[in-house]
């Protein structure tokens, strides 16, 4: 198995652009989070999907953030438009379900200056 | 709610030394607990979990008992290694599968 597959790897973009973060999770994991990690706020969850349906948003941070997960193996986290305080690693997480933790890709470093 | 609080580091250890990281946690129900690793430039790895009450999880040496008296988790090495250098988070998912985690603890080996 392949894991979590993120792209990109890295993203610098300039403030007001808009940026589109991909995740695929692994097969059969019906669960999927986005998380942003940063130095001062830590790991924070932003939003999670069950079954392709969004769950729990309430960790989107504002109107600027959205995120979709049209079928089971693609989900996409969009920042429109970005802002330097945006910048952060960005992780996506994928689970089988309740008890068995979750499988992290490598994620994503966000740098929008 | 939900939450974990672990304990502040960094951590500085001698390569062989004994390790400790105090994980506690407040949550409704049952829930399942988790430690997770983070090395330098990569996402997080699942290192051991445990699902119930007096449950141990262990992998590579790491080893935390599920303590519901005292709503802990602690994670404990018996001897650690240079490579063992990275920032370890307690978790714990409730019955809405959502992972709680705590903020980290920065762990460093020296040789």
């Known amino acids: 198995d392949a894991g979590v597959i993120q792209s990109p790897r890295h993203e610098v973009t300039e403030m007001g652009q808009e940026v589109t973060l991909r995740c695929k999770p692994i097969?059969?994991?019906?669960?999927l989070f986005w998380y942003r990690q940063t130095m001062m706020r830590g790991l924070e969850l932003l939003i999670y999907?069950?079954?392709?349906?969004?769950?729990?948003d309430s960790g989107m941070p504002e109107d600027r953030f959205s995120a979709k997960m049209p079928n089971a193996s693609f989900s996409t986290l969009k920042i429109q438009p970005s802002e330097p305080r945006d910048s952060a690693v960005y992780f996506c997480?994928?689970?089988?379900?309740?008890?068995?933790?979750?499988?992290f890709g490598s994620g994503t470093r966000l740098t929008v200056v | 709610g939900n939450s974990v609080t672990q304990m502040e580091g960094p951590v500085t250890l001698s390569e062989e030394a004994f390790l400790t990281i105090n994980c506690t946690y407040t949550?409704?129900?049952?829930?399942?607990l988790f430690w997770y690793v983070q090395y330098p430039g990569e996402g997080l790895q699942l290192l051991l979990k445990?699902?119930?009450?007096?449950d141990k999880g262990s992998n590579k040496g790491f080893e935390a008992t599920y303590r519901k008296e005292t709503t802990s988790f602690h994670l404990e090495k018996g001897s650690v290694q240079v490579s063992d250098s990275a920032v370890y988070f307690c978790?714990?998912?409730?019955?809405?599968?959502?992972?709680?985690f705590g903020q980290g603890t920065t762990l460093q080996v020296k040789p």
């Open positions: 999907f069950n079954n392709n349906v969004p769950i729990d």
């Open positions: 097969s059969g994991h019906n669960s």
């Open positions: 949550a409704t129900g049952y829930p399942s």
């Open positions: 978790a714990l998912t409730g019955n809405t599968g959502k992972l709680i």
């Open positions: 997480a994928s689970s089988p379900g309740l008890g068995y933790g979750y499988t």
């Open positions: 445990a699902t119930k009450a007096d």
